[in-house]
Every structure is written in C-alpha cells, then in structure tokens.
C-alpha cells in the first residue's frame, strides 16, 4: 500500500534519554527508548505514526519531542507524576564494562481518539507497572480493527521477576499479529514455557503476519 491508503500507525511505549559516561570524556545525552526509536523509523518511512509515551516537564521532555518531530513522529506525552523523563545511565570504566542506573516512569498513557491501522508495542512499557495494565488493555480494545506488533525487549535489570514478567509476555503474544524477539531474550525466559506456548520462530500465529 501506498500514499493515504496505507494505515496510520500508533506506537505505544517509552521515550527516554540515555546517559552515557565515559572516562575522560564529556557525558553524552541521547535520545532513545525502543518504541521511540520504531516510531521514529516508520517516521522517517514516511509513514503516518504517533507515539503515545510518558514525559516529564524538562529539557530532555523537550530534546525528545524535538528528536521526533525531526522525523514527523507526532508525540502524545502523558505526564510524568515525578516531572522527570525517564533516563538510562550507564557508566563505563577504562576496560569498557559498563553498569546501569536507571530512573524510570512509566505511567497509564491517554491516546488521543483516531484510527489506528496499526499498533505496536513493547519493551518496559509493556511490562513495567503501573502503566503496563493501559498498555495491555488498549491492545485489547483495537485488535479487532488494527494489526498489532510486539517486541518483548527483556530487560532483566528492570523487571527481575521472571514468572510475573512472562506472564503478562506470553499474555500480549496470545493477542498480537507479528512478535518481534531475539536469541537474547528468549534465552531469559523459561524455555519449557515458550516451548509450549511461544509460536515457532517468534513469530506470532495470529491472524495476519505482516505489515
């Protein structure tokens, strides 16, 4: 599909700054976040795409609205109860090995009323309270009428308790289209379970299977 016939896609999950410190070095800001940086790809696809997210009132809130906006990502922020965007931090010492510090808000977004054609979601977002609840919810709301992708993205350091965190995975799995996954993160999960209930490949055995 091309030109208006294709459909509008809306990307659900977190926008954040990455901090990255480096010894003798300037400290880099970043802007980043898994379901930012897919709707920043299809963005600059040309494809229509908003992101529904969770900002606070600062300047990284600013430096990633601008980031973008750069690619015609349009952003629907829901505030941030703490007023800080969320960051990564990492912090590398002279051989390179790095450890992570991370500041995290993730909150039930509001999404703006409009079609969605398409919907993905994933990473912390998906997972993370007490937004993840909203972000399940609204998949089960629009799947009826749209495509829906998941990328479960495991992220161990933030959410460590596997069984409740694959509970909720193999939960958005069961509702979605296309799951996108890695070696790295099947290999964190309880691979009996997968087995039993993960489609083959990652990919999802729902309706349709591609976008």
């Known amino acids: 599909?091309?030109?208006t016939t294709e459909p509008d896609v809306l990307v659900v999950g977190e926008a954040l700054i990455d901090v990255v410190e480096r010894p003798g070095r300037p400290t880099a800001r970043m802007p980043g976040g898994s379901p930012a940086n897919v709707a920043l790809a299809l963005g600059r696809l040309g494809r229509?795409?908003?992101?529904a997210t969770v900002l606070g009132r600062d300047d990284d809130a600013e430096l990633l609205r601008g980031w973008l906006a750069e690619s015609d990502v349009a952003v629907?922020?829901?505030p941030a109860s703490t007023g800080r965007t969320s960051t990564a931090r990492a912090v590398l010492n002279d051989s390179g090995s790095a450890t992570y510090d991370?500041?995290?808000a993730w909150e039930p977004?509001?999404?703006r009323p409009g079609p969605i054609g398409v919907l993905h979601i994933g990473s912390i977002a998906s997972v993370l309270a007490p937004g993840?609840?909203?972000v399940r919810d609204l998949v089960r709301r629009a799947r009826d009428g749209a495509l829906v992708s998941f990328d479960p993205n495991a992220r161990p350091s933030i959410t460590p308790d596997r069984d409740a965190v694959l509970?909720?995975?193999l939960e958005l799995v069961a509702l979605s289209d296309v799951v996108k996954v890695s070696e790295e993160d099947l290999a964190w999960y309880d691979p009996a379970r997968v087995r039993a209930r993960w489609p083959p490949r990652g990919l999802a055995s729902g309706r349709r299977s591609s976008w």
């Open 167 to 169: 509970s909720r995975v």
């Open 76 to 78: 629907e922020a829901t």
């Open 109 to 111: 977004v509001q999404v």
């Open 102 to 104: 991370f500041d995290l």
């Open 48 to 51: 229509r795409t908003r992101l």
């Open 132 to 134: 993840a609840d909203a």
């Open 1 to 3: 599909m091309t030109g």
